[in-house]
């Protein structure tokens, strides 16, 4: 089976942290973009995507364009942010310089106020994929869904420790390709692809 990840658009607003607690729209911007980003492709036989708007609206719009049956995974959503939800880097640097720069040294313990701690973001997710996977019959499968679970699931294929995800960039409407093989399970293929 191959899975490709594709990471949502540009939503309204711009760059900001988004996890399930703020939910914007994708901006024309971001929806061209996840236009380009499966023009020439096919072969998908399923969609599967996070239950937020702006993974939601492309896949559901997408599968009906292409007579392909879409799956709502809500634990697929992205990694809850906390008191961070809504606001800029920039806005964190200039207000909470201190706390924005231990995130980064350390994500697995500085996390926000209220966040969700990450180990239980990867279980959740892994859970997530494996479930929303498991009644699919299927070569090739199209999952829309955020940074932090693309992060999440690359970083379980190459047992990655929770400390090294925030070190795997994802750029808007990028594709990540997982193959799970026969005998030796889950590979990647490539990664954060424009």
Do not use: K
Request: glycine residues 10%; neutral net charge.
């Amino acid at each position: 089976m191959i899975v490709d990840l594709l990471r949502h658009g540009e939503p309204e607003g711009g760059q900001r942290y988004r996890g399930h607690g703020c939910d914007d729209p994708l901006s024309a911007r971001g929806w061209a973009q996840m236009e380009r980003a499966v023009t020439g492709e096919d072969g998908w036989q399923y969609v599967v995507s996070s239950p937020m708007e702006r993974c939601r609206a492309f896949a559901e719009r997408f599968g009906s364009e292409r007579g392909l049956p879409v799956t709502l995974a809500p634990d697929l959503r992205e990694v809850g942010f906390g008191d961070w939800e809504g606001r800029t880097r920039v806005e964190l640097q200039r207000d909470r310089p201190e706390e924005y720069r231990a995130f980064y040294a350390d994500p697995v313990h500085a996390r926000p106020a209220g966040a969700e701690p990450l180990a239980a973001f990867r279980r959740r997710v892994e859970a997530a994929f494996d479930a929303a996977l498991q009644p699919l019959e299927a070569e090739r499968v199209l999952m829309v869904v955020h940074a932090g679970v693309i992060r999440a699931l690359v970083g379980w294929v190459m047992g990655a420790p929770d400390e090294r995800l925030f070190r795997f960039e994802c750029e808007y409407a990028s594709r990540t390709r997982l193959h799970r093989h026969p005998t030796r399970g889950w590979r990647l293929i490539h990664a954060n692809r424009v």
